[in-house]
C-alpha cells in the first residue's frame, strides 16, 4: 500500500542511513477530504462551492487544537491548485495527490502556496510583504494562496494592514487563516472572510480512528483503551494520535498490545471501579472508609484532580441515566449497571448537590498548594452535606411551619409553636389522626406493607429516634441522614396515614436503629444459648464446636 493511500503527511524520503520516524500525528495526517474526521458540513459546503465555481477569496478556519485546521487550509490549497494526472484537470474537492501541484504542496516547496506563522510573525512588516507580493501573478498553479496559521497572533497595526487587500484581492490570491481563538480576530477581518468552524471530533469516531491507525501499525489495543484515549483527546484527533503513540511505545516494553490498565496508569487516570467504590462510601457517609479510598489512588500515582473529575464524570453519568438518555456502550457493563442503581436510589436535588459540592471541589484541588488535603476536605465537606436539608425542601417546610434543622450540630432552631386551637371534642381529635403507628417499627412495616421498601430499608439501618410522638418525629442528627430521606418519608408517610408528618433533626444521641436493636437481640440471645448448661457442656467435651443456629426463644435452652 502506497504512503499517499494511507494518508500520510509526506511521501516517503530516500533512506540515508535509515529514515527518521514520524510520530502517528503526522504520519497519519488527512491527505483528502474524506480522511477529515467529523467535519462533513465543511467538505459539503466547499464541495459545492468548487461545483458551483463560487470559490470565496478568503477563508477562516477556526476550532480547537488537534481537529485539522491546518491541514483543511492544505487540503483546499491542493483542492483549488490540482490539475490531475494528465494535468489537464481543474479545481476539484478530490485532488488527485499524484500532479506536481499536489505532491509540492503536500510536501510544503510550493512557490505560489505560502505558509505564514502568525505567531512569529505578528508585525506590520511581514504583512506588507505580502501585501506587496500578492500583486504578482502565480508562478505555476493556478491561485497564490497564503495560508497563516494562528492569525489570531497578529498585531492591530498588521490587521489594519492586511484588511484593504483582504477585502479586495487580485483574482489570483486566495487567503486561508485558521485560529484557535476567533474572538482575538477583528470584526473587521472577519466579516471579509467565509467562516467554517471545525467541530470537535466525537469520541466515538476518535475510537475507530485509532482502532484503524493500531491495525495499520500492526499493534492490537483493547476497545476500552481506545476510548481511554479517544476520552482523553478532548476532540482533538492530534493530541489523540500522540497519546496512542505513547501508549504503543509503553506496549513495546512490556511485550503485549495496548491495554486499558496500561493507558490508565500512564495517563493518571483513576480506575473506574476504584471510583464507584469512593462514590459509593460517600454516599454511605463513611468518612474514614473515603478518606483512605482516595489515599489508596494517590499512592498509586493518580493526581487528586483526576479524582474529583472522575467522580464528576461518575454523578453527571448516573444524572443522565435518571433523566433517561441513551446509555454510553463506550462505558463498561458494570459501569452502566451501577448507574442505573443509583439513578434509582438517589434524587435529583441530591445529585445536583453532589455535582455543586464536587465541581467546587476540583478548583480547589487545582489550584491548593497541598491538593491532597484539599482533595481530603472536599470529600468531607461532600459526606456533611449530605445530611442538610435541601434549600427547596426547607423553604416549603417553613411555609408549611414545619421544624426541620439547620445543621447536624443543632444550630438550627425550631420554629415557634402555633398558639393552641380550642378544645376539640375526642371523636374529633381520633377523626384527624386516624390509625398511625404507635411505635417507630410499626411505622417502617407499615411503610414496608405500602411498597417503600429502599426508604424503609434507609430508615430501619440509619434512623436514630429521638422523640416518637405521631405525627412528629425528631430524629438524631448525629448519624448522617441525607435530606431528601425526611422529604422522602413525609411524603410517603402523608401517602399512607393521610395526615401530614413532621420530622427535624436534632444534635442527641437518639436511641439505637431498629438494625441495630435487631442485632443486640440476636447477640443477646446467642448469649444465653451459650450460657445454658446443655450447651456448656457440649462445649467442653467438643472444644472446636461453633454455635451455628438455634431456636428464635430466649428460653428454648
Known amino acids: 500500500m502506497s504512503d499517499s493511500l494511507l494518508g500520510l503527511d509526506e511521501p516517503a524520503q530516500p533512506s540515508r542511513g535509515g529514515e527518521a520516524y514520524r510520530v502517528l500525528a503526522r504520519k497519519y495526517r488527512p491527505q483528502t477530504f474524506q480522511a477529515l474526521i467529523g ?51 481543474g479545481p476539484t ?77 487580485p483574482g489570483h490570491v486566495k487567503f486561508l487563516f485558521a485560529t484557535t481563538e476567533v474572538n482575538k480576530v477583528p470584526v473587521t477581518v472577519l466579516s471579509r472572510c467565509q467562516r467554517f468552524d471545525l467541530r470537535r471530533i466525537p469520541a466515538e469516531k476518535l475510537a475507530e480512528h485509532f482502532a484503524a491507525v493500531s491495525a495499520k501499525e500492526g499493534v492490537s489495543a483493547e476497545p476500552e483503551a481506545l476510548a481511554l484515549i479517544a476520552r482523553a483527546a478532548e476532540g482533538s484527533a492530534r493530541d489523540g494520535l500522540s497519546i496512542l503513540d505513547q501508549a504503543i511505545a509503553h506496549a513495546d516494553t ?29 454516599l454511605a457517609g463513611d468518612a474514614p472508609g473515603a478518606l483512605a479510598a482516595l489515599r489508596r489512588q494517590y499512592d498509586f500515582g493518580v493526581d487528586p484532580t483526576a479524582v474529583l473529575r472522575a467522580l464528576l464524570e461518575a454523578v453527571h453519568g448516573i444524572t443522565l441515566t435518571k433523566v433517561g438518555t441513551a446509555e454510553d456502550l463506550a462505558q463498561p457493563a458494570e459501569e452502566r449497571a451501577a448507574y442505573r442503581e443509583w439513578a434509582e436510589g438517589l434524587s435529583f436535588p441530591l445529585l445536583h448537590r453532589l455535582w455543586q459540592l464536587l465541581l467546587k471541589g476540583h478548583d480547589e484541588v487545582a489550584r491548593a498548594a497541598l491538593p491532597i488535603e484539599a482533595a481530603e476536605m472536599t470529600l468531607l465537606r461532600v459526606i456533611h452535606a449530605r445530611s442538610l436539608p435541601d434549600p427547596g425542601e426547607l423553604a416549603r417546610a417553613i411555609t408549611k ?73 425528631v430524629l438524631s442528627g448525629s448519624r448522617p441522614i441525607a435530606a431528601d430521606t425526611l422529604s422522602e418519608t413525609a411524603a410517603a408517610l402523608r401517602t399512607i396515614t393521610g395526615v401530614t408528618w413532621k420530622l427535624s433533626l436534632l444534635d442527641a444521641p437518639g436511641e439505637p436503629t431498629l438494625k441495630e436493636t435487631q442485632d443486640a437481640v440476636a447477640e443477646a440471645e446467642r448469649q444465653a444459648v451459650l450460657a445454658s448448661p446443655i450447651v456448656q457442656a457440649a462445649l467442653e467435651a467438643f472444644p472446636d464446636a461453633e454455635l451455628i443456629d438455634w431456636p428464635n426463644k430466649r428460653n428454648s435452652a
Open 39 to 89: 467535519q462533513e458540513a465543511m467538505v459539503r459546503t466547499l464541495e459545492n462551492a468548487i461545483r458551483r465555481d463560487r470559490i470565496a477569496h478568503a477563508f477562516l478556519l477556526t476550532g480547537v487544537r488537534g481537529v485539522g485546521k491546518t491541514s483543511t487550509a492544505r487540503l483546499i490549497a491542493k483542492a483549488l491548485n490540482c490539475i490531475g494526472p494528465d494535468d489537464e484537470g
Open 254 to 282: 512490556e511485550g503485549s498490545g495496548v491495554s486499558a490498565a496500561a493507558v490508565r496508569e500512564m495517563l493518571g487516570l483513576s480506575d473506574r471501579g476504584a471510583v464507584r467504590d469512593l462514590l459509593s462510601l460517600l
Open 93 to 169: 474537492i478530490d485532488p488527485c495527490g499524484v500532479c506536481e501541484p499536489c505532491r509540492a504542496i503536500a510536501e510544503g516547496r510550493h512557490i505560489d502556496v505560502i505558509e505564514m506563522d502568525a505567531a512569529s510573525h505578528t508585525g506590520i512588516d511581514d504583512i506588507r510583504e505580502i501585501i506587496e507580493a500578492s500583486r504578482y501573478a502565480a508562478v505555476s498553479a493556478r491561485y497564490k494562496i497564503y495560508i497563516i496559521d494562528e492569525v489570531h497572533m497578529l498585531s492591530k497595526a498588521a490587521f489594519n494592514g492586511l484588511l484593504k487587500t483582504l477585502e479586495e484581492p
Open 401 to 473: 411551619g414545619e421544624a426541620i434543622a439547620k445543621s447536624e450540630n443543632g444550630s438550627g432552631s425550631t420554629p415557634p409553636a402555633a398558639p393552641p386551637a380550642p378544645a376539640a371534642p375526642a371523636a374529633a381529635e381520633a377523626t384527624a389522626t386516624p390509625q398511625l403507628p404507635t411505635t417507630f417499627a410499626a411505622l417502617v412495616e407499615q411503610m414496608e406493607a405500602h411498597g417503600h421498601h429502599l426508604l424503609a430499608v434507609r430508615l430501619a439501618h440509619g434512623a436514630r429516634i429521638v422523640s416518637y410522638q405521631p405525627p412528629e418525629i
